[in-house]
């Protein structure tokens, strides 16, 4: 084995490497920490941050924090109202956002963020061997992955990517020369009186349209798929409200132009382009005349070779398809962390997706997911705090009012309460639900998730698994004020879980 | 534009798409999510609400009634239309046979897309069609 306690990690043999050094890694390394487990974290980036060390390209988070909330700064409670900031054990380390911003807005700037991350690696003692790139991936005699690195090689039995889902992609019928991408715009005002046309309707698109408003004489935004809009489907899906401006002016007949429709074709004209499109709904094409094509047309994961060993992946951005516990679903031993995390993607009850591809989604994903590796990969189970028979209804429903987990991860993370007639009734912490749901091995008990249907306030769902098979769910009603502590609640509750506690109770008795 | 190529060819094939133009093929990938399934993996779960309808476009899966393997699916087949048409609980578990890949729409957005692509519409319809003349017949 190499020096473990070594902080620079050198290329060696470890019972794990986790790659990357974003908020996704960071989040992972200090909770891996906590539990004891020992690790290697190498990153390309000279510095910890990630993405954020260059982007929003406009400057400015998509993610708010709260600095003033109605949770004391620094609780649990509070984490609902600070999307950013990692999560820590030590009061000290907690809410470390609110304490770098100016002031100015409830979205932190990009150096804000940046700032945020880099003070919680400080001052968590993090461990970060940086500059240190992953080049290529090998299997050695079926056991050991083999990590090619700019410094060498690191052999491992458990590896963890958190490389993010940040490599701008585009189709082929935009790989036309001149045509910019996210990550590459000019200073905006060398787009003065410019006509610009900007494929994609998603918030990258729109983050570029509200920041050339000032100063583009005119904006189309095209996609073939209607634009869909956060206050709408009161969920992440969808435009987000920061970045709606150029949709009310189009709203307004202000001059941008949002079309549905596809892109036929992209040429050059002179310092221009010639711009094609078509709806299927129409017989014909549409000719645009502009002077700057950009494409906002998603994002890819940098898995490099990984597909070659078998790690199946999907969809446009080439996730990696995953399990519940963010394990690739083909190759044992690859896990991933960060944004790439959404790859897992739970039960999508009306085909809302978990936050996964944000911070406020994935970190807590990451505290799971270190639990899960110490306890499957390392041996160590960290205590569970025991519960009597009539401490389980107020405890879930404390939950489902005030923890972070269900709030930011609705439908996908649940707080988990078993019920065994040896063990007692045990507090088992934030589980995947789809594990908790599909895991007909798993000793009965109760979950309890936050979940949104995109009409209504949020809402708890119960999920009660009895001789091994989760049946059916129990919806509470929403509240408008988002307070499920009430003695209609309770009651509700205690209904649903009575058929399960009174066997613990007789059992208990007996 | 912005589209997956080679899922849009093999829509291409699927009867349920038949009727379609490549634009409206290639607007379809884009309406639709993509999903990943594991061999053994529920898609679907009996019992539980929300889910959405799926096509599949690679692998097999199992429709799994209370524990028992009923029929078997393939490429080109659809579920969840039921519980999405009707707003209740699927009555069956769907089950990946094989890695399953899936095109998914959201329950919601089920009627807007059928109303739109009314050739869709009269696929499905006579795919219920042709479930309730087997009921029928198993019935008798």
Redesign the interface.
């Known amino acids: 084995m190499a020096q473990l306690t070594d902080p620079r990690f050198p290329p060696g043999a470890y019972p794990l490497v986790v790659v990357g050094s974003g908020p996704g890694a960071l989040q992972l390394t200090y909770s891996l920490r906590r539990l004891g487990i020992e690790h290697a974290v190498v990153s390309q980036d000279q510095t910890p941050g990630g993405m954020f060390r260059k982007w929003p390209i406009f400057q400015r988070m998509l993610s708010w924090t709260k600095p003033f909330a109605d949770q004391q700064r620094g609780s649990r409670a509070y984490e609902r109202y600070d999307w950013n900031s990692m999560l820590a054990d030590e009061q000290e380390h907690r809410a470390i956002m609110p304490s770098v911003m100016d002031g100015t807005s409830y979205f932190p700037s990009r150096p804000e963020m940046e700032r945020c991350l880099a003070t919680f690696a400080e001052r968590t003692g993090l461990q970060i061997r940086h500059g240190c790139r992953w080049e290529s991936t090998r299997v050695l005699d079926d056991k050991e992955f083999v990590l090619e690195t700019t410094d060498g090689e690191y052999r491992t039995q458990n590896v963890v990517f958190a490389v993010g889902v940040a490599e701008p992609w585009r189709p082929s019928v935009l790989e036309v020369d001149g045509i910019q991408q996210y990550g590459d715009l000019r200073p905006v005002e060398t787009y003065r009186d410019h006509r610009v046309f900007i494929v994609g309707k998603q918030n990258s698109g729109f983050e570029i349209a509200s920041g050339l408003l000032p100063w583009a004489r005119q904006i189309v935004l095209a996609s073939p798929s209607p634009t869909q809009l956060s206050v709408a489907t009161r969920s992440l899906v969808g435009v987000r409200a920061r970045y709606v401006q150029p949709y009310e002016d189009w709203a307004l007949a202000g001059g941008v132009i949002i079309l549905d429709a596809s892109i036929e074709g992209v040429e050059r004209r002179g310092d221009g382009f010639t711009v094609r499109t078509k709806n299927p709904q129409e017989e014909r094409s549409r000719i645009f005349e502009v002077d700057d094509v950009i494409a906002a047309t998603g994002f890819t994961t940098p898995l490099r070779d990984l597909p070659k060993l078998g790690v199946a992946t999907f969809g446009q951005s080439r996730l990696p398809a995953q399990t519940p516990f963010w394990e690739s679903a083909t190759v044992r031993g690859i896990f991933f962390a960060g944004t790439i995390m959404q790859g897992s993607q739970g039960l999508r009850k009306h085909g809302i997706p978990s936050n996964s591809g944000a911070v406020q989604g994935y970190r807590y994903n990451a505290r799971v997911l270190a639990r899960h590796l110490a306890e499957t990969r390392f041996g160590v189970r960290p205590k569970r705090p025991k519960l009597q028979p009539d401490e389980v209804v107020p405890f879930l429903l404390r939950e489902a009012s005030k923890g972070p987990e269900l709030w930011h991860q609705r439908s996908y993370l649940a707080r988990v309460v078993s019920i065994d007639a040896g063990e007692g009734i045990t507090d088992q912490g934030i589980q995947p639900l789809a594990y908790f749901v599909d895991d007909d091995k798993g000793v009965d008990g109760v979950a309890i998730a936050l979940e949104s249907n995109g009409r209504e306030d949020p809402y708890p769902a119960v999920y009660v698994r009895l001789q091994g098979r989760v049946a059916r769910e129990r919806l509470l009603r929403p509240d408008p004020l988002l307070d499920f502590e009430g003695e209609s609640y309770r009651r509700e509750l205690s209904d649903a879980l009575d058929p399960i506690l009174d066997q613990a109770l007789t059992r208990t008795v007996q | 534009?912005?589209?997956?190529q080679d899922v849009v060819d093999i829509l291409s094939g699927f009867a349920l798409f038949a009727d379609l133009?490549t634009?409206?093929l290639?607007?379809i990938v884009?309406?639709f999510?993509?999903?990943?399934?594991?061999e053994g993996?529920?898609v679907i779960?009996?019992?539980?609400?929300?889910?959405?309808f799926y096509v599949i476009v690679d692998g097999t899966a199992l429709i799994r009634v209370d524990g028992k393997d009923r029929t078997k699916l393939r490429p080109g087949d659809y579920f969840g239309e039921i519980s999405c048409l009707l707003g209740e609980?699927p009555t069956a578990d769907i089950v990946a046979e094989r890695?399953l890949?899936c095109l998914?729409?959201?329950?919601?957005?089920l009627e807007e897309f059928l109303i739109a692509h009314p050739h869709v519409m009269y696929r499905v319809l006579q795919g219920e069609a042709r479930k309730l003349r087997t009921t029928t017949r198993w019935l008798s």
């Open positions: 534009m912005e589209v997956r133009t634009p409206e290639e607007n884009q309406t999510g993509e999903v990943y399934f594991s993996e529920r779960r009996q019992g539980l609400t929300a889910t959405g609980s890695p890949r998914v729409l959201a329950p919601t957005a």
